[in-house]
């Protein structure tokens, strides 16, 4: 297969081709994926999420730089859920390409939803593990918000980066349980502006409520990535995180991960069968325009795609 | 059936214990569902987004006031895809519920994530079903961030608010296409603040490149929620849009909905189907084993899954 041997090159046109591949659902992808799979598990895998205008993806520029400097490889995806756009189709990413793109030990690649059919977190772990089996040292994810999706990416990862900024006061709590529990490391950015000791303090009080299972205490680092200030210590954190994972491993978290795999994986494959057997050319279009008139209602329209299908509702 | 005759009567209890339903995906719900559709559609939906620490909540809660004070009466539905608390676990829930919570006229829920299944959109647009069929006027649907869970939740309302404010600065561009396209009416809440003029005007050169095909210029509110100022605007704002939307009927918006709620239904139904009878009980975790091992891929088990449900892979 030309397009794997091109990918365990680290060949930046094969790798490129072979994530269209999986971000279109493309019938070949699968073939291409059993063979990927078993080449994995190499790449440390960075997950960082956080509000928006945290100042995310210069820290990853910068976090970057960083490894690069002591010559790691490294593949950078951003995802960005709420966009339609892809492939680097993003305004911040041809600004990146800028500093980091003519480097050939870095690759760096926009993921974004198409259309209203998902798939977007499979495609993502998809991408990932062609990152991961093209041989790159780290691997970091970052998403634009903090949505339910960009945490069921970033969860995925080794290591999860949450982003903050000084100043979002009393607001703090909006930054909810779902990602106090998924960060292994916080960032307070912007380390610059007011307010970072109330931030931090009131980050600090956040995290003491919350009590994980393997007993890792998440430490905050202060950066200003702008100034690449903090990046050392934030890399540090990171390899102190990974040397305390790998002496304490989380058999749960590994396996929920590949649960939440399985059932994305499924209920794509599953919509793409029902769709092409269940309905005809249009006839999805012709469907809605019942539920719109309240013709008829959505559960009964979908109990009879379903027998369609030939799969027996139940 | 008794649970429809109290949710058109708009008990609370019944209300509840229908969304109670809907949201653990019951299968008694499906019948229920059947009968509450056909009864909605007189409803104003309204649908909130905007980045955590906007100040929603509180300018929910403000304009639920507002349209009590003209006897209107008002359902709020709070969706946090990345809370794994629902039902009214939310600590901003109980402080509303002082406000608002002993009015018969207004009714509160939570919705949030449970377990990885999904299926939010889908309970969401259901509880929303419910409160339209119990006779509310007014039904709001707001929204944690800005995640794409959130931006479909939103974009099925009749007016979507997307709320800013100031002081996002050159961070504004965060609000992506995808939200900037969803906005009917956007407000820039604590508009107290400082910044308050650069971001209306950095809003307003946004907004002038979304060409919308109804031809409607969503505008600017200017609102300081904790204060009530602003809301008889906001108010107006919203009826003004309806006035618009009315003359103006979007046959494909409403047809783009109905399309992704019949993909959500099917989505969910599907894979309710396959679990059930590709995987014995406790199989997900014993071949989510079999991945962190690597002794096989997920797709591979995915295949195997679908063979076994009696659905026959192409």
Known sequence: MQLLEGILQRQTRAIARAISLVENGDSSADALMHQIFPRTGKALIIGVTGSPGAGKSTLVDKLAV??????ETVGIIAVDPSSPFSGGAILGDRIRMQTLGTDPGCFIRSMATRGNLGGLARATADAVAILDAA????????TVGVGQDEVDIVKTADVSLVVLVPGMGDDI???????MEIGDIFVINKADHDGVLRTERELESLLSIVQRPDGWNPPIVKTVATQS???EELSDS???YKVFANEHPAGNRRNAIAQQR???LLREKLLTI???RGIENGGLEAL???VVTKERDPYTIVEEIIKKSGIISS
């Open 66 to 71: 960083h490894y690069r400097q002591k010559n």
């Open 135 to 142: 041989g790159f040292d780290k691997v970091i994810v970052e």
């Open 173 to 179: 709590q909006t930054i909810k349980a779902g990602i």
């Open 229 to 231: 200030r903090g990046i």
């Open 238 to 240: 990171i390899a102190s």
């Open 262 to 264: 399985i059932i994305e």
């Open 274 to 276: 029902a769709l092409k």
């Open 288 to 290: 809605a325009s019942q």
